[in-house]
């Protein structure tokens, strides 16, 4: 148990730090995949920054419209109507890279800013690359929400949600060795 921890907690030291996000000066699209705090207001604002012509948020709610995700004040209004797509089909990140994957198809893009969580994008950058190998894909991850608090190891929320990513992580590795 005590080796499984502190490989675990190795694992929270390997994620992409908010200091390691060095973004070409511009690419095709950005992608984010919805779920996580702060992964859309992030992706909206590369795309103000003018980084892609065009964004897409996989693993929308169904019920969800352009018109809420403006009443939270994520960009504006212009910008959602010619620029931003919503995927309304994924539950679950394999099925946000094939939302993905057919949506970066459909548009013929080639270069692709990944936004999510720091601790979801090596598991999402996996799976993306194994499901669409021809896309350059570059990692934007969003430091999460309990990564504020330093003394992290005695915080359960972070040790449950690493854990859990941890060993989602392993899981996805072995099934893409064995497809």
């Not at 705090?37 to 897409?56: D, G, P, Q, Y």
Request: hydrophobic residues 40%; charged residues 25%; proline residues 3%.
């Amino acid at each position: 148990m005590i080796v499984l921890i502190v490989d675990i907690m190795k694992y929270r030291n390997t994620l992409i730090d908010e200091g390691d996000k060095i973004l070409p000066a511009s690419v095709d699209a950005i992608v984010v995949f919805s779920g996580g705090s702060n992964r859309i207001e992030n992706a909206v604002e590369l795309l103000e920054k003018k980084l892609a012509k065009k964004l897409f948020i996989s693993g929308v709610n169904p019920k969800t419209t352009k018109n809420d995700i403006l009443i939270k004040d994520i960009g504006n209004e212009k910008l959602f109507k010619c620029c931003i797509d919503l995927g309304k089909n994924a539950i679950n990140t394999f099925e946000n890279a094939i939302e993905t994957a057919e949506w970066i198809d459909k548009n013929k893009f080639d270069s692709v800013i990944l936004v999510t969580s720091n601790y979801h994008i090596k598991r999402s950058l996996i799976i993306l690359k194994k499901i669409n190998p021809n896309a350059n894909f570059i990692p934007y991850p969003i430091k999460s929400t309990f990564d504020k608090d330093q003394q992290y190891i005695r915080s359960f929320d972070m040790l449950k949600v690493l854990s859990g990513e941890y060993f989602k992580l392993l899981y996805t590795r072995l099934r893409i060795m064995w497809l």
